[in-house]
């Protein structure tokens, strides 16, 4: 009896089990020597795991004080992930004997706690990419983990809370080269904290709140981002030194001025958008021409720029993008043929301007041109004719009015833009330019894949505006127009693939014939009741892609599209808004759900009610007949009874 009470809590221990087993946890997946146990609420490593592990993953788990016992005596690893869990303690000295540790992912921890603690983690003798970031330190807290890393050659201090790079931050980490300190605090950097890294080339300091680069001189560095930072002023040593930088984000900071870049630079990809620019004249900044031979791509987007002088551009001779959208430039003029003679893409989209000088000869390499969002009216008489290598041309959101092929120059009163004989052009956008017309061969002689018209209501379409397309024209493009009818001819354009025609005022399909081969229909948001049985039958053996939604069509009056979208491969992607109606006043159906009885049924009832009808009417005219008979005899007979 003594031992009851001893026995009593180990009783409802066994029925508490019985009734709610323990859970099992699930297995980690094993291949070959890597292991991966994330996410499986772990407070140490699995004990059954097999010897000779070189990859562990233990992401997402509940670990809190990392030990030798904690990852339960693997000391072989190669790569090692704990990131996403709750650690804030790490036994001093615990990697030491971890000889060959390449990968120590620690983030998305609580490190911040250990380094409160003025721990150091101990050497990290093989460890080459180490990642800490996520972890809440601050200025200062980093030296714990980085004091005594020989063979470190990245490292991660992405989303911490660091404030200040300090001159001995990097000095245990001298084989360093890429460190990420993105999305921290960073206000300063003092002289010399990265002089010991003779190693180093690639550079994160985006998303600080670094207000100045004065005397820059890391003329090793290949990469350097310092986008969205605060930056004021950006400017480099006058030393002549070679720099190796190639890649430079200066991306949304404060920058009133072009950047003092260094004289003898490599720099290939320079990224100014989203700053304060409102002029970018080199001299201005006493920098040698020479200093952008090497750009190949410029990015000013998004800044106050007015204009673009010509000698801005003088030895930009490898530069093959630029843009300039987003500003407020009224002139892009290109006179000279010695200038841009690499550039393959120019963006001057939404901008102000009103003229576009190109010489003859000029931008010859050019491919892809986006002018859309301007407010151009007239250009100089076959401004892109004279473009051999132009593919792409947006021109979109303007004021433009096309010429027919067969306009004569006028230099002095340029009233329209030709698009005849663009020997390369392939892609031509022409919608929201408020077009009242479309001439005679509009497009001839350019082997035009897509033309996009839309969205220029009242636009009437010569009937042969599109000849001379029919071997190239791929895309049509004629949404929101306002058509109620199609004048302009299609049954000649054999390459024509996908036609939108949506949102317009259509009540009947073009005339289209067998030779059509269109694949993508949008017929959405018209006016169409009656589909003709001519057109669907020329689409029929083509057709892969119909939108057909919002259109007041009739059932009964459309069988063939019916059993063409029930009887083939058709794709009606806004299906569930291609309704019909069976007469007037019934409630919509949707058109795959249409049978033959329901019309047939329809029509047996159409023929009742005519007879009905009609005998109706016989037995009103027999009765009146009848009447006007009996009416006439009685007449008769009162004629004779006197």
Same mark, same amino acid.
Not at 12 to 24: K, T
Not at 56 to 66: A, G, R, V
Not at 352 to 372: M, N, V
Not at 588 to 604: A, D, F, H, Y
């Given at each position: 009896?003594? +031992? ?10 066994? &029925? ?66 704990? %990131? ?9 000295? @615990? ?13 998305? $921890? ?13 050497? /990290? ?20 983990? /980085? +004091?005594?890393?020989?063979? @470190? ?7 911490? #809370? ?11 980490? =001298? ?6 300190? %993105? ?46 930072? =605060? ?12 720099? %190796? @930088? ?20 490599? !720099? ?52 093959? &993008? ?28 939404? $901008? ?19 002018? *859309? ?7 100089? %008489? ?32 340029? =009233? ?20 009242? #017309?479309?001439?005679?061969? +509009? ?23 599109? +000849? ?22 299609? =049954? ?16 009947? /399909? ?7 081969? !269109?694949?993508?229909?949008?017929? *959405?948001?018209? #006016? ?17 892609? @119909? ?58 009832? $159409? ?36």
């Amino acid at each position: 009896m003594a +031992a009851l009470p001893l026995l009593l809590p180990l009783l409802v221990g066994c &029925v508490v089990a019985a009734v709610h087993p323990p859970r099992h946890r699930p297995p980690c997946h094993i291949v070959d020597t890597s292991v991966v146990c994330s996410d499986l609420s772990l407070t140490s490593t699995p004990a059954d795991l097999p010897p000779g592990v070189q990859a562990l993953d233990l992401s997402h788990n509940q670990l809190q004080n990392l030990s030798g016992d904690t990852l339960a005596g693997h000391t072989g690893l190669r790569h090692l992930d704990l %990131h996403s869990n709750k650690i804030h303690f790490i036994q001093p000295g @615990l990697f030491e004997a971890m000889h060959d540790l390449k990968v120590l992912d620690l983030s998305g $921890n609580q490190l911040n706690v250990f380094a409160m603690a003025k721990i150091q983690i101990g050497t /990290l003798a093989a460890v080459q990419s180490l990642d800490l970031s996520s972890n809440g330190l601050y200025t200062g807290m980093s030296d714990f983990f /980085l +004091a005594d890393s020989p063979s @470190l050659v990245e490292v991660s201090l992405s989303s911490n #809370s660091i404030t200040k790079i300090a001159k001995y931050t990097f000095s245990g980490a =001298s084989s360093l080269r890429r460190i990420n300190l %993105h999305n921290n605090v960073i206000l300063e950097i003092e002289d010399g904290a990265f002089d010991s890294l003779d190693g180093l080339s690639d550079l994160d300091l985006s998303r600080n709140s670094i207000a100045c680069i004065m005397d820059f001189n890391l003329s090793r560095l290949r990469s350097l981002n310092l986008s969205r930072n =605060s930056l004021e002023l950006f400017q480099s040593t006058s030393s002549t030194e070679p720099y %190796h @930088l190639a890649f430079l984000d200066l991306s949304e900071n404060k920058l009133p001025h072009f950047p003092l870049l260094p004289t003898n630079n490599v !720099i290939r990809h320079l990224d100014l958008s989203r700053n304060r620019l409102q002029s970018v004249d080199v001299a201005e900044t006493k920098m040698p021409e020479t200093v952008l031979k090497h750009l190949r791509h410029l990015d000013l987007s998004y800044n106050h720029l007015t204009g673009l002088p010509e000698s801005f551009f003088r030895t930009m001779t490898s530069l093959a &993008v630029l843009n300039v959208s987003n500003n407020c430039v009224t002139l892009f003029s290109v006179t000279d043929k010695d200038l841009l003679p690499a550039a393959k893409t120019v963006n001057l989209s939404y $901008n102000s301007l009103q003229r576009l000088a190109l010489s003859e000869g000029t931008l010859q390499a050019l491919e892809e041109l986006f002018l *859309q969002g301007n407010d151009l009216r007239t250009l100089a %008489h076959q401004t892109f004719q004279r473009l051999p290598s132009l593919n792409l041309l947006q021109l979109q959101e303007n004021n433009l009015r096309v010429c027919p092929s067969e306009t004569k120059p006028d230099q002095n009163h340029p =009233s329209c833009v030709s698009f005849f004989s663009v020997p390369k052009l392939k892609f031509l956008y022409l919608s929201q330019n408020n077009l009242k #017309s479309l001439p005679y061969r +509009a497009f001839a002689d350019t082997p035009l894949s897509l033309l996009d018209l839309s969205l220029n209501p009242g636009m009437e379409m010569h009937q042969d505006s599109l +000849a001379g397309l029919e071997h190239s024209l791929v895309q049509l493009l004629l949404r929101e127009n306002n058509i109620s009818h199609l004048s302009a001819d299609m =049954s000649s354009l054999r390459s024509l693939k996908l036609v939108d025609l949506s949102t317009n005022h259509l009540t009947s /399909l073009p005339a289209w014939n067998q030779g059509l081969s !269109i694949e993508t229909l949008n017929l *959405q948001n018209n #006016s169409l009741v009656t589909l003709e049985r001519t057109a669907m039958a020329a689409l029929e053996h083509s057709l892969k892609t @119909l939108y057909l939604g919002d259109n007041p069509l009739s059932c009964c009056g459309n069988l063939d599209l019916v059993r063409l979208l029930q009887h083939s491969a058709v794709v009606v992607p806004d299906i569930e808004a291609a309704t019909c109606v069976l007469h007037q006043g019934s409630d919509p159906v949707n058109i795959e759900k249409v049978t033959q009885e329901m019309c047939s049924g329809r029509k047996k009832a $159409n023929y009742i009610i005519a007879i009905v009808v009609i005998v109706v009417l016989a037995a009103i005219a027999s009765g009146l007949l009848v009447k006007f008979c009996k009416s006439r005899r009685e007449k008769y007979v009162r004629r004779f009874s006197a």
